[in-house]
């Protein structure tokens, strides 16, 4: 489920009137190993309701040689189960989709090539104006054991699949070990609430890179890339309703896109990015607290802060190291043999990342996701207001939104008035504010049409806050140097001190503009007045 971190704009396949070819795909996937697929499939949890079934399944995946299928997020795959007819299916994921929703389109196909004239029209079109002349090609293939069973919860049907397998990708063998949740008939909700029990249970954590872009990763010997947030599209005459189910899906999204990136590379960028989802998701989540009396709203923020957190010390490690090896260290006058410091940085940062991913594989984490989702699925906020009240549900999203932009705006003047008198706790607090008004106007700047204002008012408010933000690290580079293990080496305290210097010299330059920057933000006319 990962996007390059310039995200990728999907192709939307076109819906058609064949029910049996296209569907939306609703799916849970759990990573997992023998021991894990032996107690889920004991766990009273999964009680099936039909006799297990065990076939192998195997799936060859194609693209052209410059992939263009797969850089316009589509997969395109034939698999056959057992001794059944093949199907030649594609999958793609589309603007608005969960992490757990893709669009699937599947038709029976007379063998094991990938025949485009097999789908509808309007499928075969779109694809072939992609692939064009180009010619399709097997790219890798899967071999699964898979056993199936069959779960109800309520009126809902959840197949759940045990997966033993490998990946074959020329000379190499991927082993595959899952399990899936896959929702048949019924009410999705019902899948997240099967997947939570199952999760509580077990120590099981969740799988967002799907097979398709494991066999891409192993033959290009990569890794996943880090996802930005990407701009939230609002449909003519959005509601409020329809703006608290885009805005958390956007930040939900932006948040498990990193999940991969983290757990196998310990990528700067993906942990930033991690970061900066929590943070805007716990901005949405206190933007719509406000109209909105939900009190899972509270609880998901918390549990948000919790993550971010523990996601904190790598960060600050990745900045600090950054921060020290192009500037400070690399000055002439730096002091010479600084290995000891950059090794006491190393150490802080490689015990930071393995904590950040032990947070990551923490079931509380599987089952932070698990609720989000669970609660836009559900639409909870709808069942905190009464009657009468249910009527601002349907108000404008627009109004909503100059409302809440105002209301930051306000508050962020008004903290900061003699901005340069202010104590050092009174500026992190006004980058806060200016912080989640920046979130507010990305998370909106879709209700106000293609306008170039909204950049430039945005490069405003970025640039007060890079400049408050060097303030804030030369404050806080005193505490994570005095936790550095230099073992008392003389050149290394001499670095220590260079490189304090030298961040209060660039604390001292970004005063020297943020009055400048102030006066800018403060004259710069609202892009939603």
Request: aromatic fraction near 6%; proline fraction near 5%; hydrophobic fraction near 45%.
């Amino acid at each position: 489920m990962t996007k390059p971190a310039s995200a990728i704009p999907s192709v939307p396949i076109v819906e058609t009137p064949a029910a049996d070819t296209s569907r939306r795909e609703m799916e849970v996937k759990f990573r997992a190993d023998r021991d894990g697929l032996k107690r889920a499939q004991a766990s009273q949890v999964v009680a099936s309701v039909s006799a297990p079934r065990t076939e192998t399944v195997r799936s060859i995946y194609f693209d052209t040689a410059s992939g263009e299928l797969r850089k316009n997020g589509i997969v395109l795959r034939i698999r056959r189960k057992g001794r059944a007819k093949p199907l030649l299916g594609i999958k793609a994921a589309q603007d608005g989709d969960s992490p757990f929703s893709r669009k699937e389109v599947e038709v029976p196909s007379p063998d094991m090539q990938p025949d485009l004239a097999l789908f509808d029209e309007a499928t075969a079109s779109e694809l072939s104006a992609l692939v064009g002349d180009r010619p399709l090609a097997a790219q890798f293939e899967t071999t699964i054991k898979r056993r199936t069973i069959l779960v109800e919860r309520g009126r809902s049907q959840i197949e759940v699949a045990f997966d033993e397998g490998s990946i074959a990708v020329a000379d190499q063998s991927v082993p595959l070990t899952e399990i899936e949740l896959e929702l048949k008939s019924g009410d999705e909700t019902a899948l997240y609430d099967l997947a939570m029990s199952l999760a509580d249970e077990l120590p099981l954590r969740l799988e967002f890179v799907s097979n398709a872009e494991r066999g891409f990763q192993a033959m290009s010997r990569g890794t996943p890339a880090a996802a930005k947030a990407t701009p939230i599209p609002f449909a003519p005459g959005a509601t409020l309703d329809d703006a608290v189910q885009a805005v958390l899906s956007n930040t939900l999204w932006h948040f498990v896109a990193n999940w991969a990136a983290i757990r196998q590379a310990e990528d700067p960028i993906a942990i930033h990015q991690m970061r900066v989802a929590l943070r805007r998701m716990r901005a949405a989540l206190a933007m719509f607290k406000r109209a909105l009396p939900c009190s899972e709203f509270d609880l998901l923020r918390e549990e948000a802060k919790r993550i971010a957190s523990a996601l904190g010390p790598a960060r600050d490690c990745d900045v600090f190291r950054e921060m020290v090896e192009a500037g400070p260290l690399a000055h002439p006058d730096c002091p010479a043999n600084c290995n000891t410091l950059l090794a006491a940085i190393e150490e802080r940062r490689i015990a930071a990342y393995t904590d950040a991913r032990s947070r990551l594989e923490d079931r509380d984490t599987t089952l932070f996701v698990l609720k989000v989702q669970s609660l836009l699925t559900r639409r909870a906020w709808r069942n905190a207001l009464s009657g009468p009240e249910l009527a601002q549900l349907t108000a404008p999203a627009v109004e909503f939104a100059q409302q809440t932009l105002d209301r930051l705006r306000s508050r962020a003047l008004k903290r900061g008035k003699n901005l340069m008198e202010l104590p050092d706790e009174a500026r992190h607090d006004l980058r806060i504010i200016l912080k989640n008004l920046r979130y507010g106007a990305e998370f909106y700047r879709g209700l106000f049409g293609r306008r170039r204002d909204v950049q430039t008012y945005l490069r405003t408010i970025s640039a007060l806050v890079d400049l408050l933000g060097a303030h804030n690290d030369a404050v806080t580079a005193k505490h994570f140097m005095s936790g550095l293990a230099t073992g008392h080496d003389a050149e290394a305290e001499r670095a220590l001190g260079f490189v304090l210097g030298w961040q209060a010299r660039g604390a001292s330059l970004a005063d020297a503009e943020l009055g400048p920057a102030w006066k800018t933000f403060k004259q710069a006319k609202p892009f939603w007045g």
